[in-house]
């Protein structure tokens, strides 16, 4: 069974631009999750999917976010456009059912310059 | 709200120390605890878990006990290899997780 991907692995973009991150689940799993760890700190919640809505979406930074997941599969997470303090390690996470463990994928490393 | 607080790392130990990571919790309810480990250049990975209070979780040597009286999910390990070298993440909840900063390990031969 394929794990929970992530594309790209890396991306390095200039303050202004967009950037678009994408997580494919695993099948089946309707419970997607986006995290990130900024500079070394804490990794943080950014928002919630069960299939296509949004669930929770309480760790948004701001309006210069914008994550979607179209038919309940895959998600994207967009950056538009991009500041210095974005850079760090997205996470995309998925799970069966609400509360169960949460498969990680290996995460998206942005570095804005 | 809920939060994490972990043991500041980077923590360096000699081939079979035995290893502690602090970690206490502030939470509402009847949260899990998890432990997650990221080994260089991989995901984050679940290491154990315990999802009500005196449970214990372990997996590959770690151990962790969901003490509610003193809030806490320590991780111990009796003796550490050098593959255990990664950062370890302390985290709590039920479907949001909410992570420690992380703790960096090194095991040196």
């Known amino acids: 069974e394929a794990g929970v991907t992530q594309f790209p692995s890396h991306s390095v973009i200039e303050k202004g631009q967009t950037v678009t991150l994408r997580c494919d689940p695993i099948?089946?799993?309707?419970?997607l999750y986006w995290y990130r760890r900024v500079m070394g700190k804490e990794i943080k919640f950014l928002l919630h999917f069960v299939k296509e809505s949004k669930q929770d979406e309480s760790g948004m930074p701001n309006n210069r976010f914008l994550a979607e997941r179209t038919g309940g599969t895959y998600s994207t997470l967009k950056v538009q456009p991009a500041e210095l303090e974005d850079s760090g390690v997205y996470f995309c996470?998925?799970?069966?059912?609400?509360?169960?463990?949460?498969?990680f994928g290996p995460g998206t490393r942005l570095t804005v310059t | 709200g809920n939060s994490v607080t972990q043991m500041e790392g980077p923590v360096t130990l000699s081939e079979e120390a035995f290893l502690t990571i602090n970690c206490t919790y502030t939470?509402?309810?009847?949260?899990?605890l998890f432990w997650y480990v990221q080994y260089p250049g991989e995901g984050l990975q679940l290491l154990l878990k315990a999802t009500k209070a005196d449970d214990k979780g372990s997996n590959k040597g770690f151990e962790a006990t969901y003490r509610k009286e003193t809030t806490s999910f320590h991780l111990e390990k009796g003796s550490v290899q050098v593959s255990d070298s990664a950062v370890y993440f302390c985290a709590l909840g039920r479907g949001k997780l909410i992570f420690g900063q992380g703790t960096e390990l090194s095991v040196k031969p």
């Open positions: 996470a998925s799970s069966q059912v609400r509360g169960d463990e949460q498969y």
């Open positions: 939470a509402t309810g009847y949260p899990s």
């Open positions: 099948s089946g799993h309707d419970n």
